[in-house]
């Protein structure tokens, strides 16, 4: 049984991916003088699995659950979405850092534009069950 529609679970995904890009944004901010850091992205969501439709079938990425043994072993805990190097960038530094504080600020001001949208989306779906079961 599905507690939440297809639609608020996507926005909500959605959501979690840009916290976690916002996250990773203010890495490369704080790194951006170490010597040969490299800039880092969250790799977009996949939301493929809303496109399939009855018994289509479908390619989905594998996902690999990391276990108790595996973080014993020094593999990182998996989180939601993938962390990636970034291509993005406008220019690599002589000491081999290729953060460029002008690339980061736009990308946290597109995902805070994002974010926003996804919470006014939430809003609006969470307004419209409201009045569906009679609440004001």
Known sequence: MQTTSPLLGSI????????????????NIANSETPGFKAQEVEAPDFSSL???????????????????????GVPPTSIN??????DVSETKPDGNNVT?????LKMGETQTDFTT????????MALIQAAIGHQ
Not at 58 to 70: D, I, K, L, N
Not at 82 to 87: E, K, L, M, Q, Y
Not at 101 to 105: T, V, Y
Request: charged share 20%; net charge positive.
């Open 118 to 125: 996804m919470t006014n989306l939430y809003r609006k779906q």
């Open 12 to 27: 909500v995904q959605s959501m979690k991916q840009l916290s976690e890009r916002q996250r990773v944004i203010a890495q």
């Open 51 to 73: 496109l399939a439709t009855g018994g289509v079938p479908h390619v989905a990425r594998p996902q690999v659950q990391v276990t108790s043994g595996m973080v014993a072993l």
């Open 82 to 87: 993938r962390i990636v190097a970034d291509s």
């Open 101 to 105: 504080l002008e690339d980061q600020l």
